[in-house]
């Protein structure tokens, strides 16, 4: 199997035009609004979505230049492997945010703590489960003396392409 290929199935609206200064993480997307429209032959698949409060989008890094295995990520200053990362740029640029569902009308999904660019294709939708998602956390890695940063952090360009 050499290559795989995706279609969407809806797109992501949010009021981030470009990559540079959008939130790097849901995290510190609090209360940004945004939409995801589901494509009409997936709406029927959106049947009891409306039940949960929050959900993992998956989607796709279409703005972000493919990366190398090794990259400066947003809140350190040391080159890390991409998969110690959660760099946009990677070998298969696919995202994930855990978004607050505010509700849903027809196909439109209205969403809370974006952290996603306007017109961003949406690859598939699942329910967030706490029992299923949740773990103990031990460690994480180099982002312990970093994470603090988050808050403060945006994308500053350097993953897009150009």
């Known amino acids: 199997m050499n290559?795989?290929?995706?279609?969407?199935?809806?797109t992501v609206h949010s009021s981030f035009k470009e990559p540079e200064g959008t939130p790097i993480q849901p995290a510190a997307a609090k209360g940004i609004n945004g939409t995801v429209e589901v494509f009409p032959e997936y709406a029927e698949g959106l049947k009891d979505v409306e039940g949960f409060s929050h959900i993992i989008l998956i989607f796709y890094f279409h703005l972000s230049r493919r990366a190398p295995l090794k990259v400066k990520p947003y809140m350190d200053n040391e080159v890390r492997g991409v998969f110690a990362t959660r760099s946009p740029s990677r070998p298969n640029p696919i995202g994930i945010s855990v978004v607050r569902l505010i509700g849903i009308e027809n196909n439109i999904l209205h969403i809370q703590d974006v952290d996603?660019?306007?017109?961003?294709?949406?690859?598939?939708?699942?329910?967030?489960?706490?029992?299923?998602?949740l773990r103990e956390v031990?460690?994480?890695?180099?982002l312990e003396?970093?994470?603090?940063?988050?808050?403060?952090?945006?994308?500053?360009?350097?993953f897009t392409k150009g």
């Open 116 to 133: 996603i660019v306007d017109g961003t294709p949406l690859l598939d939708i699942k329910p967030h489960v706490p029992e299923f998602d």
């Open 3 to 10: 290559e795989i290929s995706y279609k969407p199935i809806g």
């Open 138 to 142: 031990v460690r994480v890695g180099w």
């Open 145 to 158: 003396k970093n994470v603090h940063k988050l808050s403060a952090s945006r994308d500053d360009g350097r």
